[in-house]
């Protein structure tokens, strides 16, 4: 099989991809490859009908066509990377017309939902003081899951109040309401120096034994405090992400601000946004209006 060694290491150091994209890419690629195998074609020899005969493979085997379009998504940068390194001449995705994705619309908690969600830790021990200090800061920035896990204690500023971010090649501040400034400073001042197991470990946040947390650590602890809240929603780090995006725009932040807390690089991304907050304002207005 084509070694991906050179493709990996492109989508990193020249996509600035973050890992998860670069573990999709990679499993797409590993998928069309296995495709193609067989059929005794070269990567090199790939031509649009063969991805097209592909794309319908995919879609005969019941695959979405979310996962149809971002499959073929990683096919398109495969071959522009074969051709920036003169391994093709010419991308064999071009012309191919992606299908139709219905673009549901993000998971956002109500105002309820959040305050009962950051009311789960427990404060009276150091892990629910550290669990408490993470999930206010993830609604009160936005980042995403990842973007929290890398963050060091020199990221932070708590007396300008604002929190430096950076990740995929961009650096953005973000303010911090006071609520989540005195929760990381309690964690700081608190609990942290009992947990780190290495002075110079720099991590913002750790686990209980004294490592960088992990994301997947993140996750099982945003799961928990939902079953202990008795949310019936499926809450992960994104839903906390998009909360804070949705009640922010509903309280009349303007969206070029929210792209850039977010980190958007398009605006299209932030804009999917005004549709969740639509379908509150016609939620309200139709059980308030007195003709509705």
């Known amino acids: 099989m084509y070694n991906l060694t050179g ?7 020249e996509k600035h991809a973050c890992a998860n994209t670069v573990t ?7 998928q069309f490859l296995k495709y193609i195998e067989p059929m005794g074609i070269a990567p090199q020899d790939v031509t649009l009908s063969l991805v097209e005969a592909y794309q319908n493979f995919l879609l005969s085997e019941g695959k979405s066509s979310a996962t149809v379009t971002r499959s073929i998504a990683s096919i398109k940068s495969f071959y522009f990377y074969l051709q920036s390194i003169g391994e093709v ?3 064999p995705t071009k012309g191919l017309a992606f299908l139709k994705v219905e673009r549901k619309l993000p998971q956002v908690l109500s105002h309820k939902e959040v305050d009962k969600l950051l009311s789960m830790p427990d404060c009276r021990e150091p892990k629910g003081i550290r669990d408490k200090a993470m999930l206010e800061l993830l609604y009160a920035t936005g980042i995403r899951a990842s973007e929290l896990t890398n963050l060091n204690v020199s990221d932070l500023n708590l007396t300008a109040g604002v929190l430096n971010c950076g990740s995929r090649g961009k650096e953005r501040m973000i303010p911090l309401y006071p609520a989540a400034i005195q929760a990381l400073h309690e964690y700081l001042d608190r609990v942290r120096p009992l947990l780190i197991s290495q002075p110079d470990n720099g991590a913002l946040f750790v686990n209980l034994n004294g490592q960088r947390l992990s994301r997947q650590g993140f996750w099982k602890i945003i799961k928990y405090y939902k079953e202990k809240a008795g949310i019936f929603k499926d809450i992960t780090p994104q839903t906390l992400r998009n909360s804070f995006a949705a009640h922010l725009l509903e309280n009349g932040a303007d969206l070029r601000s929210i792209q850039e807390m977010l980190g958007h690089s398009d ?15 016609k939620a309200v207005y139709a059980k ?4 509705a």
Not at 288 to 291: D, E, G, K, M, V
Request: glycine share 2%; no cysteine.
């Open 267 to 281: 605006i299209s991304s932030t804009q999917i946004y005004t549709r969740v907050v639509g379908q509150d304002l």
């Open 24 to 30: 999709s890419y990679l499993r797409d690629i590993k």
């Open 288 to 291: 308030a209006h007195p003709r």
């Open 7 to 13: 493709y990996e290491q492109w989508l990193v150091t």
């Open 89 to 91: 001449s010419e991308n």
